[in-house]
């Protein structure tokens, strides 16, 4: 089976950056598209970036700010968070689909147990 552990999160400020980290156990992992969502108290969970063998996406508010990026050797999948606002404050969970990106929460296979992302004002 696949597991996933996010790690990374913590309380920043406006303009901070953080990095988070995916781990993954199994070796197919590699051949798996990963996401990484959002969710805000009282909000709809959301993608901010994806990765597959096609490529990289990321939802517009994010664009230019996050970069997502995967190291096979090690099975992490990493999101750089750059320029931090507020509303990027979430829990941040890793998925992993073996059907390819989506945007959607419902086709991800596997999910990490989250990680806090906090940016203050």
């Known amino acids: 089976q696949v597991q996933l552990v996010e790690s990374g999160g913590g309380l920043v400020r406006t303009g901070d950056s953080l990095r988070l980290s995916c781990a993954a156990s199994?070796?197919?992992?590699?051949?798996?598209?990963v996401g990484w969502f959002r969710q805000a108290p009282g909000k709809e969970r959301e993608l901010a970036a994806a990765?597959?063998?096609?490529?990289?996406s990321y939802r517009d508010s994010v664009k230019g700010r996050f970069t997502i990026s995967r190291d096979n050797a090690k099975n992490t999948v990493d999101l750089q968070m750059n320029s931090l606002k507020p509303e990027d404050t979430a829990v941040y969970y890793c998925?992993?689909?073996?059907?390819?990106?989506?945007?959607?929460?419902?086709?991800?296979?596997?999910w990490g147990q989250g990680t806090q992302v906090t940016v203050s004002s």
């Open positions: 990765i597959s063998w096609s490529g990289t």
């Open positions: 998925a992993a689909s073996a059907r390819g990106k989506s945007w959607a929460a419902d086709d991800y296979d596997y």
């Open positions: 199994g070796r197919a992992f590699v051949t798996y598209a």
